[in-house]
Protein backbone atom coordinates (compact mmCIF):
# COMPACT_ATOMS: atom_id res chain seq x y z
CA UNK A 1 0.00 0.00 0.00
CA UNK A 2 1.42 3.60 -0.98
CA UNK A 3 -0.06 6.32 1.09
CA UNK A 4 -0.16 10.12 -0.38
CA UNK A 5 2.26 13.05 0.77
CA UNK A 6 -0.62 14.35 3.21
CA UNK A 7 -0.73 10.86 4.78
CA UNK A 8 3.22 10.41 5.09
CA UNK A 9 3.43 13.89 6.85
CA UNK A 10 0.83 13.53 8.80
CA UNK A 11 2.82 10.82 10.56
CA UNK A 12 5.90 12.59 11.39
CA UNK A 13 3.46 16.21 12.05
CA UNK A 14 1.25 14.70 14.26
CA UNK A 15 3.46 14.05 16.71
CA UNK A 16 4.88 16.80 16.41
CA UNK A 17 2.18 19.44 17.15
CA UNK A 18 0.98 17.12 20.02
CA UNK A 19 4.12 17.53 21.52
CA UNK A 20 4.74 13.81 21.96
CA UNK A 21 8.51 12.32 20.84
CA UNK A 22 6.83 10.02 18.34
CA UNK A 23 9.68 11.09 15.89
CA UNK A 24 13.35 10.95 17.90
CA UNK A 25 15.14 12.63 14.78
CA UNK A 26 13.02 15.90 15.20
CA UNK A 27 12.40 16.40 18.78
CA UNK A 28 15.58 19.06 19.22
CA UNK A 29 13.54 22.40 19.03
CA UNK A 30 9.48 22.59 19.01
CA UNK A 31 8.06 23.81 15.77
CA UNK A 32 6.29 26.93 15.03
CA UNK A 33 3.78 27.16 12.20
CA UNK A 34 3.78 28.90 9.08
CA UNK A 35 0.34 31.13 10.27
CA UNK A 36 1.57 31.40 13.75
CA UNK A 37 4.90 33.15 12.39
CA UNK A 38 3.33 35.63 10.10
CA UNK A 39 0.76 36.72 12.87
CA UNK A 40 3.73 37.13 15.17
CA UNK A 41 5.45 39.12 12.26
CA UNK A 42 1.81 41.65 11.46
CA UNK A 43 2.49 42.55 14.90
CA UNK A 44 4.99 44.73 15.48
CA UNK A 45 4.20 45.37 19.12
CA UNK A 46 5.20 41.12 19.93
CA UNK A 47 8.50 40.27 20.46
CA UNK A 48 9.82 39.91 16.76
CA UNK A 49 12.11 36.90 16.41
CA UNK A 50 15.85 36.53 14.47
CA UNK A 51 14.89 34.38 11.48
CA UNK A 52 17.50 32.41 9.90
CA UNK A 53 17.27 30.63 6.74
CA UNK A 54 19.68 27.33 7.11
CA UNK A 55 19.30 25.73 2.83
CA UNK A 56 20.75 26.34 0.12
CA UNK A 57 21.42 30.16 -1.01
CA UNK A 58 19.54 29.58 -4.80
CA UNK A 59 16.28 29.06 -2.90
CA UNK A 60 17.06 31.89 -0.50
CA UNK A 61 17.40 34.36 -4.12
CA UNK A 62 14.43 33.06 -4.87
CA UNK A 63 12.00 33.66 -2.08
CA UNK A 64 12.72 34.13 1.13
CA UNK A 65 10.73 35.42 4.55
CA UNK A 66 11.01 38.91 4.47
CA UNK A 67 13.84 40.48 7.53
CA UNK A 68 15.39 36.69 7.47
CA UNK A 69 19.06 36.19 6.97
CA UNK A 70 20.48 33.58 4.89
CA UNK A 71 23.78 31.75 7.00
CA UNK A 72 24.40 28.55 4.91
CA UNK A 73 23.03 24.88 4.86
CA UNK A 74 22.99 23.45 8.42
CA UNK A 75 24.19 20.16 6.99
CA UNK A 76 27.65 22.14 5.74
CA UNK A 77 30.40 23.11 8.18
CA UNK A 78 30.95 26.38 6.81
CA UNK A 79 27.32 27.25 7.60
CA UNK A 80 27.18 25.44 10.76
CA UNK A 81 30.24 28.20 11.28
CA UNK A 82 28.71 31.04 10.28
CA UNK A 83 25.60 30.04 12.36
CA UNK A 84 27.64 29.46 15.70
CA UNK A 85 29.37 33.31 14.74
CA UNK A 86 25.77 34.95 14.35
CA UNK A 87 24.60 33.23 17.43
CA UNK A 88 27.39 33.88 20.07
CA UNK A 89 26.95 37.66 21.06
CA UNK A 90 22.84 36.41 21.56
CA UNK A 91 21.28 36.42 25.06
CA UNK A 92 20.08 32.59 25.47
CA UNK A 93 16.54 33.45 25.68
CA UNK A 94 16.67 35.39 21.98
CA UNK A 95 13.69 34.22 20.07
CA UNK A 96 14.79 32.57 16.77
CA UNK A 97 12.94 30.90 13.94
CA UNK A 98 15.12 28.49 12.44
CA UNK A 99 14.00 27.51 8.67
CA UNK A 100 15.15 25.69 5.13
CA UNK A 101 12.68 24.55 3.26
CA UNK A 102 14.39 22.42 0.82
CA UNK A 103 12.33 19.64 1.51
CA UNK A 104 9.84 18.29 3.78
CA UNK A 105 11.03 19.00 7.37
CA UNK A 106 11.32 15.52 8.64
CA UNK A 107 13.39 15.02 5.49
CA UNK A 108 15.31 17.85 5.63
CA UNK A 109 19.21 17.61 5.69
CA UNK A 110 20.10 21.05 6.85
CA UNK A 111 17.41 21.74 9.73
CA UNK A 112 18.93 19.03 12.06
CA UNK A 113 22.93 20.05 12.45
CA UNK A 114 21.38 23.58 12.77
CA UNK A 115 18.83 22.52 15.94
CA UNK A 116 21.47 20.33 17.39
CA UNK A 117 23.87 23.51 17.66
CA UNK A 118 21.49 26.01 18.54
CA UNK A 119 20.42 23.18 21.30
CA UNK A 120 23.70 23.24 22.43
CA UNK A 121 24.55 26.41 22.76
CA UNK A 122 21.65 26.63 25.36
CA UNK A 123 18.99 28.87 23.47
CA UNK A 124 15.37 28.54 25.19
CA UNK A 125 13.32 30.44 22.59
CA UNK A 126 14.47 29.05 19.33
CA UNK A 127 11.74 27.18 17.16
CA UNK A 128 11.56 25.73 13.77
CA UNK A 129 9.34 26.72 10.97
CA UNK A 130 7.11 23.68 10.38
CA UNK A 131 7.23 23.47 6.83
CA UNK A 132 5.47 19.71 6.33
CA UNK A 133 6.22 19.70 2.43
CA UNK A 134 8.65 22.81 1.71
CA UNK A 135 8.83 26.49 1.85
CA UNK A 136 6.95 26.83 -1.67
CA UNK A 137 3.67 24.68 -0.64
CA UNK A 138 3.49 25.70 3.04
CA UNK A 139 4.45 29.11 2.66
CA UNK A 140 4.86 30.77 -1.02
CA UNK A 141 1.52 29.05 -2.05
CA UNK A 142 -0.40 30.18 1.15
CA UNK A 143 0.17 34.25 0.07
CA UNK A 144 2.49 35.19 3.43
CA UNK A 145 5.24 37.30 2.75
CA UNK A 146 8.35 37.04 0.78
CA UNK A 147 11.23 38.85 -0.79
CA UNK A 148 13.39 38.10 -3.46
CA UNK A 149 17.14 38.14 -3.69
CA UNK A 150 19.59 39.55 -0.86
Given at each position: ??????????????????????????????????????????????????????????????????????????????????????????????????????????????????????????????????LPEN????????????????
Open positions: MQLTRREVASLFVLPLVAGRSGVSARAALPTISPADLVAILKKPSSPQPIIIQVGFKSLFDQSHIPGSEYIGPGADGTGLGLLRKRLASLKKDTFIVLYCGCCPLDHCPNVKPAEQLVTSMGFTNARMLLFGVDWVAKGYPTQKGK
